[in-house]
């Protein structure tokens, strides 16, 4: 399925400009990890679902790099910067050697096929 996203031609240079730098330091910084660690976990402080990703992968000894980004009471415009950038709408966000996979549960899901082994192995 494409994911729609409006086309860099229906965008005004200048809105171009504001768009790209968009709290663009958390942006390379998750990109960053990502290309360094084979798991990333992208969460908040608060929210209990990126804290059973975290307890999940490490019953299996996963080895994964956990970023997290202020609350439900704080720094939601850096967070949507990783929102528009990956088109995730929730946290975790959940990268599995460079690919994003979605959410805990999304997560857990391919744990339980097989799929997320397969992953790690190649």
């Not at 798991?39 to 804290?51: E, F, L």
């Not at 949507?80 to 709408?89: C, I, R, T």
């Not at 999304?106 to 997320?116: Q, T, V």
Request: hydrophobic share 45%; with cysteine; glycine share 6%.
């Amino acid at each position: 399925m494409q994911r729609h996203i409006l086309a860099s031609d229906r965008i005004h240079p200048a809105a171009q400009a504001i768009i790209a730098s968009n709290h663009s330091d958390i942006v390379e910084e998750v990109q960053a990890a990502i290309a360094a660690n084979a798991v990333v976990i992208v969460g908040m402080k608060q929210n209990p679902v990126p804290k059973k990703a975290r307890k999940t992968l490490d019953a299996r000894g996963t080895a994964y790099k956990y970023l997290e980004y202020g609350s439900y009471l704080n720094t939601w415009r850096r967070r949507n910067a990783l929102k528009m950038w990956s088109g995730w709408p929730t946290f975790p966000m959940i990268f599995v050697k460079g690919t994003l996979i979605g959410g805990c549960e999304d997560m857990e899901k391919l744990i339980a096929s097989g799929e997320f082994d397969r992953m790690m192995a190649a």
